[in-house]
Structure formats: C-alpha cells, structure tokens
C-alpha cells in the first residue's frame, strides 16, 4: 500500500464526512426555519385575538412538549416577525435556512432593509461568521463601507477580470479601527502597533482571506533597506496585500512611495503562481479627486481607503449627550 495514496484517500473520506455533516446541518436548520415561519403565519392570522394568545400559545406549548426549546413568548414574537418580513416561504428555505435562527434574529433587528438583510444573510454562509461577529459587522456598517463606499482605486485598470472585482469587492472605505484606544498626538507607527497587538480583530476588519506576514517587513532593495508598515496575503486573490498607513491627508506622493514597495515585493517575495500584489493606502482623510487622479498613471493596483479608529456614538446615546452649545450655556 502506498503511503501518499492511503492519505489522499483519508482526506477525500474526511472531506466527505464533512460535507455530509454541513449538508445534514443546513438540512435541519431548513427544516426549522420553515417550521418557525408557518408559527409565525398562523400568530399572524390571528393578530385580532391579542397578546394574551401569544402568551397562551407559549404557555400550552411549553406543557405539550416540556423538553423543546424555542417556544417562549419573545421567541414566538420573533417567528411573526420573520414571517411577516420574509413572507416567501421558498425565500426562507433557500435564503434565510444558510444561517442559525439567532444570526436572523440578529439581521432582522438590526437591519432594515432588504436588499441588505439579504447581503448579510449571504457574508454570514460566506464566512461563517459566528452571532457576536454578525453583529460587529451590522455595526459598524460593513455592508455601507463595502458596498455603498466610493471607492478610489485603479484595479479596473492594473488587474484582470475576475481579479479586479474581487479586489474591489473586498475593499471598504473607511476600515473602522474602533478597538484601538483613540489619542490626538498618535503617529503612524502607535497606530500600527496598536493594529499588530490586536491582530485578530484586525484581520476581521479587513475581510476573508487575509493572513498577516508581518510588520516593518524588511525588504532589501539595492543593498538599501525598506520597511512595509504591514504586509498580508491573501488566499482568495491569490497575491500579497502591501498596507501602508498615513495619519493625515492623503498626499499624491504616497502613491508613489506604495508603487515602488509593490515593484519590490513582486521582484523579491512574488512567486510565479502569484497574482500582482495589490496596496491600500489607508490615510485619515482624503480628497478622491485628488487620490483619483494620483492612481490614474501609476502601473500597480492600489487602493486608497480612509480609517477610523474610533467607534460612532449609537444614535440614542449621542441624542443623550448635551451639545457643545449646552455646555457653554450652563458654563455661563
């Protein structure tokens, strides 16, 4: 027997022992889903009986099936809500039965519209995002920073098709650095070492894929030396991912600084089975006409986002807070 075959033939058993496990997951989650939306039809039909019903109907559940879970009053409150803001019932199997009952709890309380409830439902199956990760995104605007954002970049231009989409699709604008404790006089490099020492919910915020090489990554060009701020690669664009940071406005000369680093890491680290590396310039504000017009001539694909490294007052906290105007008042 030949050892290279037997194990080829193991992974191929486990990797269908895997797909057999999610399928049968999705399969019963389906049927689950389905069964809490026809719940939430029949609670519906009957609005006109009051929420004493829905007490009642939690109530005698409860007492014919002792062991089920699922069947409080909040939750049955939640199947008529799902049925009423789902009322496809093949969209719920098809679309909504990708993801546990708690991440489309989540996406129904905190999103509002559809076409983006339907965009997270897909980002969720896509990554696997568990319900506290869900809920970071919805918060802090992914689907607006990803979608929406008016994105500067020249992939279109430097990168083949699908290459260029791909790219484009896993670019924000801005990248919300919130867990990084915010000071006026931070430089470039207290930002970068902050993003180092919480790499993980860095990797987070910038998307699937990405595996983080290093810091100051030392490049020998010449006999001169360079430092990367941050280097990455990633598995789904299948190509390095130059990161540079800037605390102030983007400048027309940071492009250039960030082709040159990309022209080195394709000549040095860049194997043949590699894509062109791509850079993001993150800067703490822009002007995209003037960061569109930087990128016009430059010959590597870069991208030019603006950060945040503190997190936005939720609007009901922020209507609590007095004003600048209210302070003085009281002041005088």
Known sequence: MNTSEYLSVIENIKSEIK??????????????LLLYHDIGCVINEHK???????????????????????????????????????????????VSAQIPWSHNIAILEKVKDQEQRVWYIHKTAENGWSHNVLVHQIESGLYQRQVLADKVTNF????????????TQTMK????????SFREDMLERDIEQALVRDVTKLLLELGTGFAFLGNQYHLNVGGDDFYIDLLFYNLNLRCYVVIELKTGEFKPEYAGQLNFYLSAVDGILKKEQDNPSI??????????????????????PIGVSEYKVTSILPDELEEQLPSVEDIQKRIK
């Open 48 to 94: 006109a009986w009051g929420n004493k019903f829905v007490d009642n109907l939690a109530t005698d559940i409860r007492s014919a099936f002792p062991k089920s879970k699922g069947y409080s009053v909040r939750n049955l409150k939640y199947m008529a809500k799902f049925a009423e803001t789902y009322p496809d019932r093949e969209f719920v199997q098809t």
């Open 19 to 32: 797909a057999a496990q999610y399928h049968a997951t999705i399969h019963v989650n389906a049927d689950m």
């Open 156 to 167: 279109e231009n430097r990168l083949p098709s699908p290459q260029s989409e791909l790219a």
């Open 279 to 300: 850079g993001l310039l993150l800067c703490k504000s822009k002007n995209n006409v003037v960061a569109e017009y930087s990128l016009k001539d430059i010959s590597k």
């Open 173 to 180: 604008d801005p990248y919300v650095f919130d867990f990084i």
